[in-house]
């Protein structure tokens, strides 16, 4: 569900990068003050998990289209809202400037769709409203099940409500949401189903975990974490580096929506105007654009592949990628203790 500029109006991108800026600099507040030391390489091995599970894609059996996580819940559940939002911001950003995936311009509205409603809405509201303070498996897998479909209805559903206010006219209102939100339902169960496996997992290894975000009490610095960190980066590099091989090739759903009515998966570009220049600076920050490596003039027009599709090009992408988020995040949880350490020397 990653959007491109030919989605959105300069005003609506714009509108959607200053709440999520504003959200960012919140977040790092509230980390800033709350944030424990365990919690930084948490939220780096977690990024990079997600990077290479978000290069999955899986059939939507019946429609020709794909989907793949979102990992919101995920980052939601085992990190707290506020490190989620972090995390989800870092994961896009890296993306859609190293992989051109998602459009520069609607950076901020995809960052608010994947990150702002399981972060802030659906885990506080939905997931711990259900799990309480009984995180049995049974209350895990009925919470994140619910919790991956309401995510993803209300993010699809803003991609809608986006492109309308962008005044998108060949994308219908009617006709946009009654395709968008049925496919997103399917792919909210797979992630709902994926998010119980991954919580159970963790609660299975180190419950604690699970149990000091749902209390909002700091992790013990008696809980070691070194089986749970090499879990997380074994699954970032096979899946990256291997499984992304099996990936779908159908059109994802916001993609096969929009092939559904205008008969190709992606609307046209501007010619002019803020998002072709934003594009410029893409083609160059792309190392790797579409996840592999990048092919001169016309060997870049490349037909469908075949499945499954082994290609050095989408390993190395995988496996850079996941590098790159987990630097990034640490990177910033650095920036965060640097801060925090030095307002606390502030007379």
Not at 199 to 227: G, H, M, Q, Y
Request: some cysteine; proline content about 7%; hydrophobic content about 50%.
């Amino acid at each position: 569900m990653h959007m491109a500029d030919a989605l959105l109006s300069p005003a609506v991108g714009a509108a959607l990068w200053i709440g999520t800026l504003g959200t960012i600099a919140f977040c790092s507040k509230k980390l800033k003050d709350s944030m424990d030391e365990k919690m930084v390489p948490l939220m780096g091995v977690l990024g990079a998990f997600i990077f290479a599970a978000q290069m999955i894609n899986f059939t939507i059996p019946g429609t020709g289209s794909s989907g793949h996580l979102g990992g919101g819940m995920i980052l939601a559940i085992i990190l707290g809202p506020y490190a989620a939002f972090i995390v989800m911001a870092s994961v896009l950003t890296v993306q859609a400037f190293f992989f051109a995936d998602g459009g520069l311009l609607a950076l901020g509205s995809n960052i608010w769709n994947l990150g702002i409603y399981p972060s802030f809405i659906v885990y506080p509201l939905i997931y711990k409203a259900i799990v309480k303070a009984d995180s049995s498996p049974k209350r895990i897998a009925v919470a994140s099940v619910l919790s991956g479909v309401v995510a993803l209805q209300l993010g699809a559903f803003s991609v809608v409500m986006e492109t309308m206010l962008s005044g998108r006219s060949e994308l219908p209102f009617g006709t946009f949401v009654l395709l968008m939100q049925p496919v997103h339902l399917a792919i909210g169960l797979v992630e709902g189903f994926v998010t119980a496996g991954v919580i159970n997992f963790v609660r299975s290894a180190r419950p604690e975990i699970i149990d000091s975000t749902l209390s909002t009490r700091p992790l013990s610095a008696e809980v070691p974490l070194r089986k749970i960190f090499a879990g997380l980066l074994l699954f970032a590099v096979m899946t990256g580096g291997i499984l992304s091989w099996f990936a779908s090739k159908n059109p994802d759903g916001l993609e096969w929506s929009i092939e559904k009515i205008v008969g190709r998966p992606e609307l046209p570009e501007a010619g002019h105007g803020i998002a072709p220049a934003l594009k410029s600076v893409q083609e160059r920050t792309a190392i790797l654009p579409d996840y592999n490596f990048r092919k001169p003039g016309e060997a870049a027009k490349t037909g469908p592949k075949s499945w499954p599709a082994p290609d050095p090009g989408t390993s190395v992408s995988g496996i850079v990628g996941s590098a790159m988020v987990l630097a990034a995040v640490l990177l910033i949880g650095a920036l965060i203790r640097a801060f925090r350490g030095r307002t606390k020397r502030t007379p």
